[in-house]
């Protein structure tokens, strides 16, 4: 199998305090790992490449300062949300790759900043 | 920049009858396709793919066929049941050298299957 585990499923925020979420590849090593936001009833959009050792790559408009990511080990990267603000209230969603073209994703960290 | 877009948002089909989705590219470098099936609150699910150096693949009831000529993506979703409702995106990406890069979705389509 190839399953993607996310964690917290779920957090709510005050604006101004950063958030960490976790995805973790259970069953087998990811070298990539990506990072989605999603906003109601729209599409994934591509927000960065993060690469095991390595600093992530951003899609143009995403600010690398402020989402945060780490990809220590080959099986977890992590995404902060820093200074958090109501227009970041978003679905957040990883995927890991094991090489290859083939996406594994996880089932989403809903964020709602109030 | 380029992207993958979908004709209908929205899609109605009766119960056991067929479905297709489509979808448009614009990437003429994108040798990889997939379709995805999304239901409220969830990650993205895999359905089917397909490569670019063909042009039909069949799953489990379900169809997916590439027009490369036209960049045209389908899905084809035979004898509908109720748990096939759910929004469909397809996505598209590129294998590089260093790896394969992100995917690029199309805006999806809401699949409702009526009783």
């Known amino acids: 199998g190839a399953v993607v585990s996310q964690h917290p499923s779920w957090v709510i925020c005050k604006s101004g305090t950063s958030v960490k979420i976790e995805c973790r590849s259970l069953d087998f090593q990811a070298t990539t790992m990506f990072w989605y936001r999603q906003f109601p009833k729209q599409s994934l959009m591509l927000m960065a490449t993060?690469?095991?050792?390595?600093?992530?790559?951003?899609e143009q408009g995403v600010e690398k300062d402020k989402f945060l990511i780490n990809h220590a080990s080959l099986t977890l990267s992590t995404l902060t949300v820093t200074s958090a603000h109501p227009e970041d209230s978003s679905f957040y969603i990883c995927?890991?790759?094991?090489?290859?073209?083939?996406?594994?994703f996880g089932p989403g960290t809903r964020l709602t900043v109030l | 920049g380029e992207s993958v877009g979908l004709h209908l948002p929205t899609l109605s089909v009766q119960e056991g009858d067929n479905s297709i989705i489509n979808c448009a590219y614009s990437n003429s470098a994108s040798d990889y396709f997939i379709w995805y099936k999304q239901e409220s609150g969830k990650g993205p699910q895999f359905i089917i793919d397909?490569?670019?150096?063909?042009d039909k693949r069949q799953g489990q009831r379900v169809t997916v066929l590439l027009n490369k000529t036209v960049k045209h993506l389908s899905l084809q979703i035979a004898a509908t049941q109720p748990g096939d409702s759910a929004v469909y995106f397809c996505?598209?990406?590129?294998?590089?050298?260093?790896?394969?890069?992100?995917?690029?979705f199309g805006k999806g389509t809401h699949l409702i299957i009526q009783p």
């Open positions: 993060s690469n095991e050792g390595s600093k992530a790559t951003y």
């Open positions: 996505a598209e990406n590129a294998y590089s050298g260093g790896g394969a890069d992100g995917l690029t």
């Open positions: 397909i490569r670019s150096n063909m």
């Open positions: 995927s890991a790759g094991k090489g290859g073209n083939t996406q594994y």
